[in-house]
């Protein structure tokens, strides 16, 4: 078994590398491409590429994807419509493609629901998203980049509403509906919002936009989805947060933890608005009241408005987009996770980026300060054999491997447990910590950290832990940090993110150190403390991979053993491919 020691060790692998070459994008682009690599790459051989697919997340057959559109649920169907290039692994000629699924977990690919073929659009069919009327009308608001790289807003709606695979698809031939409006420059005014009902029966819908470096949602009004009014002023606004781009509006029961209808307001629920940062490719929320009347939205917290406090994942996590489940019940968010590494190996492999499993989001009630994302329940039903390890002791300093036998296909539920009495007479005070400077999973501390090595191969060479890090404040109070360390993923000198991943998360009195993780290959997705944090790491092993995959828990603490009991189960995977009707 391996020591602590081999946590610490980087990459034996080195080659003469210069900076990487960046390729400027567009405004809009939103991080859709990454740098070209400048220097000897690392080579990359079939079997590495082939494993960096996932088995249960969506991704398309081949090609580039990014921004999840408009998705909903249609005559039993979850309707999934994403930013795609048809002809090639990297950004461009956005399209809208389209899949289709029963339980969220397995997809059937559909025929392009639209592609830029007018001159409102011929630039980019770009984000956009779904409103469903009681009379069963699904209208489609997206962003077209015109012919002239203006950003506009164009109508789309099904061709026949009693196809429940929603095949065809009809452009309003009096696009565009909406322009930039005085003020507002024509490169930074995009992705409208779900539309939310009145009392007065007319529609609002929210666009991203800035002006200098303030980001704000600027409010429409519609009777018809054809004609649009501006409303004086905006839904919101936070100066030094730049282009607000894929904009969500929601409301949330702050009892009963149930999902709502866009277009729910009243008593006992509060509102989330989220913006990615087009600057930071970051997704930001916060809790907020909307006041109907005003339509504006104050945030709860100023300290944490939108942009400056909470995200809803700290990994790689971009332009996600919420639908409410009205079988169901529940608020469903899908995200975009991006690629890390370089353009040249995108081409190589045909493909780039996947979406997140799907994710409730409910308030926390608990905190009253933050929402909780979990995992949907029907990616429960890939689950198969499992293995139970009950109150594990693990030294401070030790690293305890799992016998599991394949392990790149997880789901893992973890508690931690640490005597009270030891965690009261430890003294170091740490108030500096935090995730991104600590020195990840090698920096010790007398209370962290301590979790899970996933993915990593025998000798520790490649890992990726992610782990709690308690820091006491010099009054004794502790925050309790939730991490996810990529910088030893892989030992690829082409891959140009391996960073620390992650924040602070509320612990309340009573509860026990918790977490979550979803490990799909090359993808893995960490819930800690019932939701309330989030990270997705994208990573690029070239040894920990297949059956050279394994997994340990690890203490690197230097004053305190935990007690681990987890719960793992290996599996399946999950059934995307093009649809048939005798499937």
């Known amino acids: 078994m391996e020591t602590p020691e081999a946590i610490e060790r980087g990459s034996s692998r080195s080659s003469e590398i210069s900076a990487p070459v960046s390729r400027r994008v567009d405004p809009g682009v939103s991080e859709k491409?990454?740098?070209?690599?400048?220097?000897?790459?690392?080579?990359?051989?079939?079997?590495?590429?082939?494993?960096?697919?996932?088995?249960?997340?969506?991704?398309?057959?081949?090609?580039?994807?990014?921004?999840?559109?408009?998705?909903?649920?249609?005559?039993?169907?979850?309707?999934?419509?994403?930013?795609?290039?048809?002809?090639?692994?990297?950004?461009?000629?956005?399209?809208?493609g389209h899949t289709i699924s029963k339980d969220l977990i397995h997809w059937f690919y559909l025929p392009l629901a639209m592609v830029p073929d007018h001159w409102y659009d011929i630039n980019g069919v770009w984000t956009g998203s779904a409103t469903m009327l009681s009379?069963?009308?699904?209208?489609?608001?997206?962003?077209?980049?015109?012919?002239?790289?203006?950003?506009?807003?164009?109508?789309?709606?099904?061709?026949?509403?009693?196809?429940?695979l929603l095949l065809d698809w009809v452009k309003y031939p009096g696009n565009p509906v909406i322009v930039p409006p005085p003020g507002i420059g024509v490169k930074n005014f995009r992705d409208p919002t779900t539309a939310w009902l009145t009392p007065n029966d007319n529609w609002l819908i929210t666009v991203g936009s800035k002006v200098n470096t303030t980001g704000i949602a600027l409010v429409f009004n519609t009777t018809d989805f054809t004609s649009y009014d501006l409303i004086q002023g905006v839904l919101h606004a936070v100066p030094g947060t730049g282009m607000w781009e894929c904009v969500d509006f929601y409301p949330v029961a702050t009892i009963g933890g149930i999902g709502l209808d866009t277009s729910v307001n009243g008593p006992g629920i509060k509102h989330v608005l989220k913006a990615s940062l087009d600057d930071l490719k970051k997704d930001f929320y916060a809790l907020g009241t909307y006041e109907e009347d005003t339509n504006t939205w104050t945030p709860d917290n100023p300290e944490e408005d939108v942009g400056i406090g909470l995200r809803y994942d700290y990994g790689k996590y971009y332009a996600s987009k919420t639908f409410y489940d009205q079988d169901k019940k529940r608020r469903i968010?899908?995200?975009?996770?991006?690629?890390?590494?370089?353009?040249i190996t995108d081409l190589?492999?045909?493909?780039?980026?996947?979406?997140?499993?799907?994710?409730?989001?409910?308030?926390?009630?608990?905190?009253?300060?933050?929402?909780?994302?979990?995992?949907?329940?029907?990616?429960?039903?890939?689950?198969?054999?499992?293995?139970?390890?009950?109150?594990?002791?693990?030294?401070?300093?030790?690293?305890?491997?799992?016998?599991?036998?394949?392990?790149?296909?997880?789901?893992?539920?973890?508690e931690f447990e640490i005597e009270k009495e030891v965690l009261e007479r430890t003294i170091e005070a740490d108030v500096g910590y935090n995730c991104t400077t600590g020195g990840g999973a090698a920096g010790r501390g007398a209370l962290g950290p301590f979790g899970l090595l996933v993915i990593a191969d025998e000798s520790?060479?490649?890992?990726?832990?992610?782990?709690?890090?308690?820091?006491?404040?010099?009054?004794?109070?502790i925050n309790t940090f939730f991490c996810s360390d990529e910088s030893r993923s892989s030992e690829a000198n082409d891959v140009f993110v391996k960073q620390v991943y992650g924040s602070t998360v509320p612990v309340l009195d009573g509860e026990t150190l918790s977490m979550r993780l979803l490990v799909d290959h090359s993808i893995i997705e960490s819930f800690a403390q019932g939701g309330r944090r989030v990270i997705t790491s994208r990573i690029y092993p070239t040894l920990a991979i297949y059956s050279g995959a394994k997994l340990f828990l690890f203490n690197n603490a230097t004053g305190i053993n935990i007690t681990a009991s987890l719960k793992i189960w290996q599996m399946n995977s999950a059934f995307i491919r093009p649809y048939s009707e005798d499937q």
Request: proline share 6%.
């Open 333 to 343: 968010l899908l995200g975009w996770v991006g690629e890390t590494d370089c353009n």
């Open 135 to 164: 009379n069963g009308s699904i209208f489609v608001l997206y962003t077209g980049s015109t012919e002239e790289s203006v950003q506009v807003q164009n109508l789309a709606y099904p061709a026949n509403l009693s196809d429940p």
């Open 348 to 414: 190589e492999k045909g493909w780039a980026s996947v979406q997140s499993i799907p994710r409730v989001v409910v308030f926390d009630n608990k905190t009253g300060s933050n929402i909780l994302q979990w995992p949907v329940v029907e990616v429960e039903s890939l689950r198969e054999n499992s293995l139970e390890f009950d109150q594990v002791v693990v030294d401070a300093g030790s690293v305890v491997p799992f016998e599991i036998g394949k392990a790149t296909q997880l789901d893992i539920t973890a």
């Open 460 to 477: 520790l060479s490649e890992q990726t832990p992610v782990f709690f890090y308690l820091a006491k404040d010099i009054d004794g109070n």
């Open 33 to 96: 491409a990454f740098p070209f690599f400048s220097g000897v790459g690392f080579s990359w051989t079939n079997a590495m590429l082939t494993w960096q697919r996932t088995a249960y997340h969506f991704q398309p057959a081949k090609n580039w994807m990014n921004d999840p559109n408009g998705p909903m649920l249609y005559k039993g169907w979850y309707h999934l419509f994403y930013q795609y290039n048809p002809d090639s692994a990297v950004w461009g000629n956005i399209t809208w």
